[in-house]
C-alpha cells in the first residue's frame, strides 16, 4: 500500500490532471486506488462527479485534520491518490507527513520552477526526521510538443536534489477534452497522450518497488 500526493503550491501546475490520470493507470493494472481530493476547489470531486461511470471511488479530504486520518484507510487500497492543494500550507504539510511518495508536477518555466523551493524545503525536513521518507521525484508538465525540454529545465531542477521523471507530459487538448467528461486520457484515442501516461506509472512504479501491481 502506499499513499502517493501530487502536491505543488502553484496553482495551475497540473496536478488534478496529474492526480486523475495516474489514479486510472494504477487502477488499469489491477489495483485498488481511491482517489482523495485534499484542495477545497474541489476540482477531483468535480472531475468525478462528471461521469457516472467512473470506476474510482474518491473522497474529499480538505483540512488538515482530515488528512491524519488517511492512516486508517490504507489497509483497504493498494494505492491512494491525493490530489494537493494549492497555496494551503497546513493542508500540504499534513500530506507530506501522510505520504510514501509525492510527485511534484512543475511547468518547464524558470518562474514555476523557482516557487518548487519552499515545498522541497518542506519535504527535506520531513526526510530528515524520517529517515528518507516520503521519497519524491518532480515531473515536467504541460510541455510544448516540437519544442526541446531545455537542459536548462532538467539542469534547474537538478539543483533540487530531487529525481526528475524521464518522462513529461506534453500540452494537448485531450487532457482538458476527457476531464470535462470525467475520464482520462487513457479512455481516449489520443495514443501518445496514453503512451505517456502509461510511461510515467511504470517510472513510479519502479521508484516504488513492493506495492501494488505494475502490469498493464
Ligand atoms: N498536459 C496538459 N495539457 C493540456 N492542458 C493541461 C495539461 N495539464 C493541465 N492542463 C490544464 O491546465 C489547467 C490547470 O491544470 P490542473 O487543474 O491539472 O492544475 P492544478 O495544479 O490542479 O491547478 P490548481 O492549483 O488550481 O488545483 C486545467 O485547465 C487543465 O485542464
Ligand atoms: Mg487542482
Do not use: C
Given at each position: 500500500?502506499?499513499?502517493?500526493?501530487?502536491?505543488?503550491?502553484?496553482?495551475?501546475?497540473?496536478?488534478?490532471?496529474?492526480?486523475?490520470?495516474?489514479?486510472?493507470?494504477?487502477?488499469?493494472?489491477?489495483?485498488?486506488?481511491?482517489?482523495?481530493?485534499?484542495?477545497?476547489?474541489?476540482?477531483?470531486?468535480?472531475?468525478h462527479a462528471a461521469s457516472e461511470a467512473n470506476p474510482l471511488p474518491l473522497v474529499s479530504l480538505d483540512r488538515a485534520n482530515n488528512i491524519k486520518t488517511l492512516s486508517s484507510m490504507t489497509e483497504s487500497?493498494?494505492?491512494?491518490?491525493?490530489?494537493?492543494?494549492?497555496k494551503l500550507e497546513d493542508i500540504i504539510a499534513a500530506a507530506i507527513k501522510a505520504s510514501d511518495f509525492i510527485l511534484i508536477p512543475v511547468q518547464p518555466s524558470p518562474y514555476d520552477i523557482w516557487a518548487a523551493s519552499d515545498l522541497?524545503?518542506?519535504?527535506?525536513?520531513?526526510?530528515?526526521?524520517?529517515?528518507?521518507?516520503?521519497?519524491?521525484?518532480f515531473v515536467i508538465t504541460r510541455h510544448i510538443e516540437g519544442t526541446r525540454l531545455g537542459d536548462d529545465v532538467r539542469k534547474a531542477l537538478d539543483e533540487y536534489e530531487l529525481p526528475v521523471f524521464r518522462t513529461a507530459i506534453t500540452q494537448r487538448q485531450?487532457?482538458?477534452?476527457?476531464?470535462?467528461?470525467?475520464?482520462?486520457?487513457?479512455?481516449?484515442?489520443?495514443?501518445?497522450?496514453?503512451?505517456?501516461?502509461?510511461?510515467?506509472?511504470?517510472e513510479l512504479i519502479a521508484m516504488m518497488p513492493d506495492t501494488g501491481r505494475g502490469e498493464k
Amino acid at each position: 500500500m502506499a499513499v502517493i500526493s501530487v502536491l505543488n503550491p502553484k496553482g495551475g501546475s497540473g496536478k488534478t490532471t496529474l492526480t486523475t490520470n495516474l489514479a486510472q493507470a494504477l487502477h488499469l493494472r489491477g489495483n485498488k486506488v481511491l482517489i482523495v481530493d485534499s484542495d477545497p476547489q474541489g476540482s477531483a470531486r468535480d472531475w468525478h462527479a462528471a461521469s457516472e461511470a467512473n470506476p474510482l471511488p474518491l473522497v474529499s479530504l480538505d483540512r488538515a485534520n482530515n488528512i491524519k486520518t488517511l492512516s486508517s484507510m490504507t489497509e483497504s487500497y493498494d494505492h491512494i491518490v491525493l490530489d494537493g492543494a494549492a497555496k494551503l500550507e497546513d493542508i500540504i504539510a499534513a500530506a507530506i507527513k501522510a505520504s510514501d511518495f509525492i510527485l511534484i508536477p512543475v511547468q518547464p518555466s524558470p518562474y514555476d520552477i523557482w516557487a518548487a523551493s519552499d515545498l522541497v524545503d518542506f519535504i527535506k525536513a520531513r526526510q530528515e526526521v524520517t529517515d528518507g521518507s516520503p521519497q519524491a521525484a518532480f515531473v515536467i508538465t504541460r510541455h510544448i510538443e516540437g519544442t526541446r525540454l531545455g537542459d536548462d529545465v532538467r539542469k534547474a531542477l537538478d539543483e533540487y536534489e530531487l529525481p526528475v521523471f524521464r518522462t513529461a507530459i506534453t500540452q494537448r487538448q485531450i487532457y482538458p477534452q476527457t476531464a470535462s467528461e470525467g475520464r482520462t486520457v487513457l479512455d481516449g484515442d489520443n495514443a501518445k497522450a496514453r503512451d505517456e501516461i502509461n510511461a510515467l506509472a511504470d517510472e513510479l512504479i519502479a521508484m516504488m518497488p513492493d506495492t501494488g501491481r505494475g502490469e498493464k
